[in-house]
Structure formats: structure tokens, C-alpha cells
């Protein structure tokens, strides 16, 4: 049972700023829950059993490995264990939000403290483990737990470095990057995000082949169910900040122009002949993706710097008309 029905994208939210419902969340809310009790093949009654489901669901996906939330947060949430059935038939999610909100100070808290360990290399000769699955553990009770499990994990991230060869600050440094990565992740997360979040959350308490997918999620399920799409054809990776391409697609618009090549890197994406030029360093992947695909026949201008280059060089506006690109090399076979 997959669930598309239509959620406008949102702008990434600045840091410290709480998400809450927008304005469509409570109608698709309320449609999802009909649909869930009138077509899905169990037709399950969503009640106060299937409200604690939720919940437990809810918390996993956020914090599966027990190493944000602490005993005395999940006792809070508690109040809404009976509550979540009433509140999704009726549109009324705001607990959902504010458990996300509690969720992305407490990853922030952890960061900071992570970040904070770097100052100073780890004692590697003291006898010590780290558990990498604790989603079978408990969640720890005080700040003072917490912070242990983060010490060893910092330690264990920067063990597996150093046995490389690397000097301490050069492991700091890479760490430094790798967990201000993860709180990036988190804070460009939008409310359409974390509503999808908990519709997914319902969804899967169901059977473990329902989903609810959000409009982006669902295009992009019919570009792999038909193997095309328009736009300019280049596979693209987040590096760094960095629109990065990976490969351009034969037969697609960049392949027939010539220009665009591996490991350039996307600045800035401009609409048609006159549109102004957006800077896109540091966006989420799937919000550029969504600007440079377009309508076939339709102009794209992107802003390049080119491979190798370093930043602050010099940049190259790249026009190419979007048309049907075909992804035959992932077809079955």
C-alpha cells in the first residue's frame, strides 16, 4: 500500500529554529488514516494498541541506537502513548513535532560534546569497548551515561583512524568534519521531512510493505518504475558541501553537450534565459536535484566549478535544455 499524496517541498530551516505543522499536514494526515483503515488488507482499526505501536516506531526511527535521547526524555513522550491514534484521525500531530524538536537539541548537545573530545587524544592503552548495537539497550539515564558512550564512540572513531597511519590531528580533523556532517543532516531537515517521518512510522506498524511516500519520494519511484525522467542527465553526490557529478548519462542533454564533466562541482543553478542564479553550496542533494530537473525543453543554467579547481576560482555559467533521459542501465535483466 503506498501512500502519494501531495506535500509542497519547504525551505530548509536555520538553526534553533523549531518545526511545527504546516497548514495540508492535518488533511493528509487524516486521509492517510482512512485510507490505512478502509484499504489496506488487514483493515486494522487504528486504536490506543496501535497509538503505543506508533510511538515505539517513531522513537526508533529517530534514535534507533539509543545515543541522543535520554530515559527521561522517552518518559515525557509517554503522554502521548494513548494519544497518537485520536490525533492522526483528527490532523492534530503537534507531539510529533515536538518529540523531532527534543530530538535535534539533543543531537546537537551530543555533537557539541563530541566535538569538544577532539581537543584532546584519547588514552588508546586503557582496556576499553565500545557497543556498536544498542538498540536492544536501554536509554541512559543521566548526562553522565550519555557522555560515556560518546567518549568511547569518539575513541573507536579515532582508533580506526589512527591505525591507518594518521596522526591525531589529522583524525580530529577528519571527525570534526564527519559529526558536523551529522548535524547538518539534521538540522536541513524540513517539517515535510518529519511529518513523512511519522507517517512512515504508521505505516510500517501495519506490514513491512506499506509505505507513505511524500511527492518527491514518489517521483522518484516512477523514475525507477519507468526509467526516465527529464532533466539534463548526470548522476550527482553531496561531497563536502559540494553538487558533485559523478557520471554523466550517455544519450542525455550533458552527454550531447560535451561540457560537463566527473567531479565538477554545481554552485549555483539559474531558471530559463534570465532567471538569477542560486547559490546551492551546502542544500541538501535532493533540493538541487529538484531545480535542475525540470520539463523537457525547458533551459537550465548551471554555475560550474570545475574539477580540481579550488573554491574561490574561477566559475562557468553552463546553459543546457532539459530533455528525456533514459536510464537503460538500470533496467532488469
Known sequence: LSLALSVAGAATIPPGVDLSMDEKHPDISQRVTRIIEDLHYSRPRIDNSFSSAFLDRYLDTLDGNRLYFLSSDISSFGRYRYELDDRARDGELEPVFDIFNVFRARTEERITYALSLLDVEPDFTLDE???????????????????????????????????????????????????????????????????????????????????????RDSEEYRIQMSLSYDGIGASL???????????????????????????????????????????????????????????????????????????????????????????EEQAAK
Do not use: C
Not at 572513531?157 to 558536523?180: F, P
Open 129 to 215: 569497548s565500545f557497543r556498536f548495537d544498542r538498540s536492544e539497550m536501554a536509554w541512559p539515564s543521566t548526562e553522565e551515561e550519555l557522555h560515556d558512550v560518546w567518549r568511547r564512540r569518539v575513541k573507536n572513531d579515532g582508533l580506526s583512524l589512527v591505525l591507518t597511519g594518521k596522526t591525531w590531528e589529522e583524525t580530529a580533523e577528519i571527525l570534526q568534519e564527519r559529526y558536523e556532517r551529522v548535524l547538518t543532516r539534521i538540522v536541513q531537515l524540513t517539517a515535510d521531512d518529519v511529518f513523512a517521518t511519522f507517517m512512515n512510522a504508521m505505516a510500517h506498524t501495519m506490514d513491512p510493505h506499506s509505505s507513505y511516500m511524500s511527492p
Open 237 to 327: 553526490q553531496l561531497e563536502n558541501d559540494y553538487v558533485t557529478v559523478i557520471n554523466v548519462i550517455p544519450g542525455g542533454p550533458a552527454q550531447v553537450d560535451g561540457q560537463l564533466k566527473p567531479e565538477d562541482r554545481i554552485t549555483g543553478v539559474a531558471q530559463g534565459e534570465d532567471g538569477e542564479i542560486v547559490d546551492v553550496i551546502g542544500w541538501r542533494l535532493d533540493d538541487v536535484v529538484q531545480m535542475i530537473r525540470g520539463p523537457g525543453g525547458t533551459l537550465v543554467r548551471l554555475q560550474i566549478l570545475p574539477a580540481g579547481a579550488a573554491p574561490g576560482s574561477l566559475e562557468r555559467i553552463l546553459p543546457l535544455i532539459r530533455d528525456k533521459v533514459k536510464l
